[in-house]
Nanobody, 124 residues
Framework: QVQLVESGGGLVQPGGSLRLSCAASGFSFRNYAVAWFRQAPGKERERVACHSSMGNTITYAASAKGRFTISKDDTNNMAFLQMNSLKPEDTAIYYC?????????????????WGQGTQVTVSS
C-alpha cells in the first residue's frame, strides 16, 4: 500500500523555522523525484521545491529560494523541507508528492502519489 505521510507543521511566528517530514512506504522511493507543494485558501496549489530521484536536480520556487531547503533520504524513505525565515504568506497546507521520473517535471498532473498534507500557519 502506497503511503506518504507528512508531519512537522504547526503555528510559528514570523521569522521562525519549521522542518516538515514526509515518510514514504509501499514503493521504491529511490526511483522517484519528490516535491513539496503548498496550497493556501483560495489559491492554486504551487510547487515550492523539488528534488530529482538521484539528487542531480533541485529546484525552488522564487518565493522559497534562499529560505527553504529540500532533502531526500533514500535509506530511510524520507523527504524533508527545512523552512527558515517564515513569513505570513507561507501559511498554507503543505503536501509532499512523488513522481516516477528522473527529473522534476513541471505539470502537477504527473505527480503519482500525494500525502494528506500538513498545516503551516505563520502568525504573530
Amino acid at each position: 500500500q502506497v503511503q506518504l505521510v507528512e508531519s512537522g507543521g504547526g503555528l510559528v511566528q514570523p521569522g521562525g523555522s519549521l522542518r516538515l517530514s514526509c515518510a514514504a512506504s509501499g514503493f521504491s522511493f529511490r526511483n522517484y523525484a519528490v516535491a513539496w507543494f503548498r496550497q493556501a485558501p483560495g489559491k492554486e496549489r504551487e510547487r515550492v521545491a523539488c528534488h530529482s530521484s538521484m539528487g542531480n536536480t533541485i529546484t525552488y520556487a522564487a518565493s522559497a529560494k534562499g529560505r527553504f531547503t529540500i532533502s531526500k533520504d533514500d535509506t530511510n524513505n524520507m523527504a524533508f523541507l527545512q523552512m527558515n525565515s517564515l513569513k505570513p504568506e507561507d501559511t498554507a497546507i503543505y503536501y509532499c508528492a512523488v513522481d516516477y521520473a528522473l527529473g522534476c517535471r513541471g505539470s502537477i498532473s504527473v505527480w503519482d502519489y500525494w500525502g494528506q498534507g500538513t498545516q503551516v500557519t505563520v502568525s504573530s
